[in-house]
């Protein structure tokens, strides 16, 4: 390549770069700040998506066990029944 040939090419590269941080693509950095921020902000990390799914386990497994304990009462509930009004024999 001839001198003058490689100095076009070095001015149109320089050229092509001014006009690309003219419109802002030297701005990426600020973008990709901004999303990584935004991020940090709205999203959940996994250790509060494990912490939050173990409480709603517990919440599971404690209505579970109040639900047991309704039924088991009233089992109760009718054997007494029974005993008390149920047919003499």
């Known amino acids: 390549m001839s001198s003058t040939s490689r100095a ?5 590269t320089m050229g092509a770069v001014e006009a690309l941080k003219d419109q802002g693509i030297c701005r990426w950095n600020y973008t ?3 999303l990584h921020q935004h ?7 996994a250790s509060q998506t ?9 919440a599971v497994r404690n209505q579970l066990r109040e639900e047991k ?3 088991s009462e009233e ?3 009718t054997v007494m029944y029974l005993s008390c009004w149920g047919p003499n024999n």
Request: net charge positive; charged share 20%; aromatic share 4%.
């Open 32 to 34: 990709l700040r901004s």
């Open 50 to 58: 494990r912490m939050l799914s173990s409480q709603s386990s517990v």
């Open 8 to 12: 076009w090419v070095v001015a149109a």
């Open 39 to 45: 991020a940090k902000n709205h999203l959940r990390s």
């Open 69 to 71: 304990a309704k039924q």
């Open 75 to 77: 089992s109760l509930r």
